[in-house]
């Protein structure tokens, strides 16, 4: 219990610290946008091409755990689409929840596999996601399309974002490498090393910036049930999956992982630009990145991980 609370604590602190760099307006709002921009386009990238690139996916079951985080995702999709109708909420409202039921933060996922699970791990959390961001992303728009308010986008709006995205380049051009196999050059893997060490920090920091606790009081009830959706059904799911396919330990507890993250912040920009309820879409953001405090540590203790 004592190691996985020393591997969990430091990455919330440093939420924490994100949170009241700007809530002190210690740095000023103007700024922001650019910390997050070079976060996500420069050293996230740099921290995701070299563990791709460096792991070995075929000693760490990667087949069972993208089936079984793809599986778990999948359940959970389809059932807060079968209860679609038995939510007597507006339309807008409906798109953050489902957002909230399955999208999930990769600034706190990474991280916390690389403190849990160390390089291999890492490497493997990286290739994982590459492979759920698309499909959540292009399942993300399509429900947006459909019962977002004013329909602001569309498949075609999603694809452009995919083939832009920073993370899946990331991910592509290490499996290449890794693919490959070519070579390692030492003062190379040292510069991406530095790249990788700011990326951890510097995007906890930026997922502490983005929390905002104002909406949370006005929806506790319906926030609260995404949340546990979230935070305990999906990565249980995720886990069981995972195991089912043969998955072994380090497996199922990085699908765990993947389905405990708390809720991504890209889901209130959707959710602003495509007529969902974004203020309910940031205060689940922030419950969820709350309690996640709480919910990782027990479900790894739970289920005797690492």
């Known amino acids: ?37 070079i976060t996500y386009f420069v050293f996230y ?12 996916f075929s000693a760490l079951s990667a087949g ?19 209860a679609k109708p038995l939510l007597r909420i507006p339309d807008p409202a409906y798109t953050s929840v489902f957002q909230g039921s399955l999208r999930w933060n990769t600034f706190v996922f990474l991280p916390l596999v690389a403190v849990v699970y160390g390089p291999a791990g890492a490497g493997l959390g990286a290739m994982i996601m590459g492979a759920l961001i698309p499909a959540i992303n292009v399942i993300a728009v399509l429900v947006m399309s459909r019962w977002g308010e004013g329909q602001g986008g569309g498949l075609k709006t999603a694809l452009r974002g995919l083939v832009q995205n920073p993370v899946l380049w990331g991910c592509g051009v290490g499996a290449l490498f890794n693919i490959l ?3 390692k050059i030492p003062a190379v893997m040292s510069s991406l090393d530095l790249l990788s060490a ?5 995007g906890l920091v ?14 506790q009830l319906l926030i609260a049930s995404v949340s546990a959706v979230k935070l305990l059904i999906l990565p249980v799911l995720m886990w069981t999956f995972t195991g089912l396919a043969g ?17 991504a912040a890209a889901s209130y920009v959707l959710a602003r630009q495509m007529g969902g309820d974004a203020p309910l879409m940031a205060g689940i953001v922030a419950f969820t990145t709350a309690a996640s405090l709480v919910t990782i540590p027990a479900l790894l203790i739970l289920f005797h991980l690492p």
Request: aromatic share 8%; charged share 15%.
């Open 181 to 183: 196999h070519v070579p």
């Open 64 to 82: 069972p755990l993208a089936i079984g985080t793809i599986g778990g995702m999948a359940a959970v999709a389809l059932a807060v689409l079968a």
């Open 1 to 37: 219990m004592s190691a996985i609370l020393l591997g969990v604590l430091p990455v919330f602190a440093m939420i924490a610290l994100g949170w009241a760099l700007k809530a002190s307006k210690f740095i000023p709002e103007e700024h922001w946008p650019a910390i997050e921009r």
């Open 247 to 263: 998955g072994d330990e380090t497996a199922k507890g990085i699908a765990l992982l993947v389905g405990s993250a708390p809720g």
């Open 198 to 202: 700011a990326a951890l920090a510097l």
């Open 45 to 56: 990238p740099g921290f995701l091409m070299p563990a791709v690139w460096k792991a070995d």
């Open 206 to 219: 930026v997922a502490g910036a983005g929390l905002n606790f104002a909406y949370v009081r006005r929806r």
